[in-house]
């Protein structure tokens, strides 16, 4: 009888060996516990993402209240926005846009030009008023999402760096320097002229790097693929989190 206890005892099935999909059977049967998944294995900054939230549940009409634009950086603005429009009006419009455009050396379309006036003209009289001007520019400082269209912001980012009585529109690190500092500070200096300017700083004969307003474009262009990369990956981490903490539950 005791040989026979035994003979059964060996022959019992141990259900951990068992293959996945039927230890997931046997845990909704409750035969098998449900496996218990570390909290730690993914990396995930929860207190970001509840602040991301609180951001985003937040007016926009009252984040642009809250943002303070240092004074060198309205300065820059004011000097664009004069650049860009008329004597005699408050605004510019796609004619002046176009004009600047040119003296910078691209050509756009009709079409293209009224797309980048459109993203910034709230009231949608085909103008961009001082008030739409720095709101632009607001709502794309602190855009974290790369969502916000930036096709305007990033000219009028451009002719910021650009000194006004520069016949040649080409920009050096020398120009970037201060409005850049103002904006990121100098932990992140050396990184912005990088994303701007590449590894070298200067040309093969020694002189100072200039890039035109073409050339910078396919900076940031490049960053901008890189940083949706970061945030794709950013966005599949807190999916995996948020689907462990599921069945932890």
């Known amino acids: 009888m005791d040989d026979e206890k035994k003979k059964k005892k060996g022959n019992k099935i141990d259900l951990n060996l068992l293959p996945s999909s039927m230890k997931e059977r046997y845990a909704a049967m409750g035969i098998l516990p449900k496996a218990q998944i570390p909290k730690s294995n993914v990396q995930v900054d929860v207190q970001r993402m509840k602040q991301k939230k609180i951001e985003k549940e937040q007016p926009i009409e009252q984040k642009l209240e809250g943002i303070e634009i240092k004074a060198s950086e309205k300065k820059q603005l004011e000097k664009v926005f004069q650049m860009l429009k008329k004597k005699d009006v408050d605004y510019f419009d796609a004619k002046d846009v176009d004009k600047m455009l040119r003296f910078l050396g691209v050509s756009l379309t009709k079409s293209e030009i009224d797309l980048m006036l459109w993203e910034v003209d709230e009231n949608l009289d085909g103008k961009v008023s001082w008030t739409e001007f720095l709101n632009m520019y607001k709502k794309c400082t602190i855009d974290k999402t790369g969502l916000e269209p930036k096709s305007l912001f990033h000219m009028i980012q451009f002719l910021m760096y650009l000194p006004?009585?520069?016949?040649?529109?080409?920009?050096?690190?020398?120009?970037?320097?201060?409005?850049?500092?103002?904006?990121?500070?100098?932990?992140?200096?050396?990184?912005?002229?990088?994303?701007?300017?590449?590894?070298?700083?200067?040309?093969?004969?020694?002189?100072?790097?200039?890039?035109?307003?073409?050339?910078?474009?396919?900076?940031?262009?490049?960053?901008?693929?890189?940083?949706?990369?970061?945030?794709?990956?950013?966005?599949?981490?807190?999916?995996?989190?948020?689907?462990?903490?599921?069945?932890?539950?």
């Open 164 to 249: 006004p009585d520069r016949k040649d529109p080409k920009v050096t690190v020398e120009d970037t320097l201060e409005l850049l500092y103002v904006r990121f500070g100098r932990q992140s200096l050396d990184s912005e002229i990088h994303a701007i300017f590449g590894d070298e700083e200067k040309n093969k004969d020694g002189e100072e790097k200039a890039i035109s307003f073409s050339e910078y474009m396919e900076k940031i262009n490049e960053r901008a693929i890189q940083q949706r990369k970061l945030r794709k990956e950013e966005q599949k981490q807190q999916f995996q989190y948020f689907k462990k903490e599921k069945q932890i539950e």
